[in-house]
């Protein structure tokens, strides 16, 4: 079993930044991968960003320059850097770990940025 832990969420004015961390502990894998996804009310839960474990990345085109996903393999953390925050992008988010096998789920992080 893996355990995701999540934290640095909180509330900004737009145009702020907010840096997420998730640290997974228990059963890791050589083979993996981290995501970031959001969900806000009434809408579906989508992909912001991915890495795999040899550090390719791929972005939503809607935060594409402004989020920067990287990942600390010795911690096995990932964290989500998130610049020039927009209204928008408030949502709860979470973090993802994928093995060859399984997923498992972060438990949400609010982020709440105001006009």
């Known amino acids: 079993q893996v355990q995701l832990v999540e934290s640095g969420g909180g509330l900004v004015q737009a145009g702020g930044s907010l840096r997420l961390s998730c640290a997974a502990s228990?059963?890791?894998?050589?083979?993996?991968?981290f995501g970031w996804y959001r969900q806000a009310p009434g809408k579906q839960r989508e992909l912001v960003a991915t890495?795999?474990?040899?550090?390719?990345?791929r972005y939503a085109a809607s935060v594409k320059g402004r989020f920067t996903i990287s990942r600390d393999n010795a911690n096995n953390t990932v964290y989500l850097q998130m610049n020039s925050l927009k209204p928008e992008d408030t949502a709860v988010y979470y973090c993802?770990?994928?093995?060859?096998?399984?997923?498992?789920w972060g438990q949400g992080t609010q982020v709440t940025v105001s006009s």
């Open positions: 993802k770990y994928s093995s060859w096998t399984k997923e498992y």
């Open positions: 228990g059963s890791t894998f050589s083979i993996n991968a």
């Open positions: 890495i795999s474990s040899d550090g390719i990345t």
